[in-house]
């Protein structure tokens, strides 16, 4: 399946993962996301609270055109598209707390009050928002 008309083959990582199967690297004297890495050396700095989504849905690629810079609500969009579970994320009240969380107004036991649920819940939430 390739909804975004994607012209060229993904350009797999072939060192480290993380436990959630990114390309890890160091660079500079930090550790790096490859796919990061990659869009930084393109772009300049990831702005603040953004992601970098893989269009292709191949957490290991590194090919420029695949990447590109968006929101937890993007990549959630992405994964219905590419037909990904969603179940973890992208029902409504959820998204409503990560762009809560994403946003950096409220605090988690804030966040909690306000979609009637445990700090624990949004604790747990924020975990899964970084792949690091
Ligand atoms: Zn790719």
Not at 12 to 17: D, H, R
Not at 93 to 106: N, Q
Request: net charge positive; glycine share 10%.
């Amino acid at each position: 399946m390739n909804p975004f008309n994607l012209t060229k083959p993904c350009d797999e990582w072939t060192g480290a993962l993380t436990s959630k199967g990114y390309g890890n690297v160091r660079y500079e004297g930090e550790n790096w996301l490859v796919h990061r890495l990659e869009w930084y050396k393109h772009n300049g700095p990831i702005p603040k609270g953004k992601i970098i989504r893989h269009l292709c849905n191949n957490k290991k690629c590194r090919e420029i055109e695949h990447l590109a810079c968006g929101t937890y609500m993007d990549n959630s969009a992405d994964q219905k598209l590419h037909g990904s579970p969603v179940g973890r994320i992208g029902n409504s009240p959820r998204e409503a707390r990560i762009a809560d969380l994403l946003e950096g107004k409220l605090t988690v036991p804030q966040i909690a009050a306000k979609h009637q649920t445990s700090r624990g819940a949004i604790h747990k939430l924020r975990k899964t928002l970084e792949p690091r």
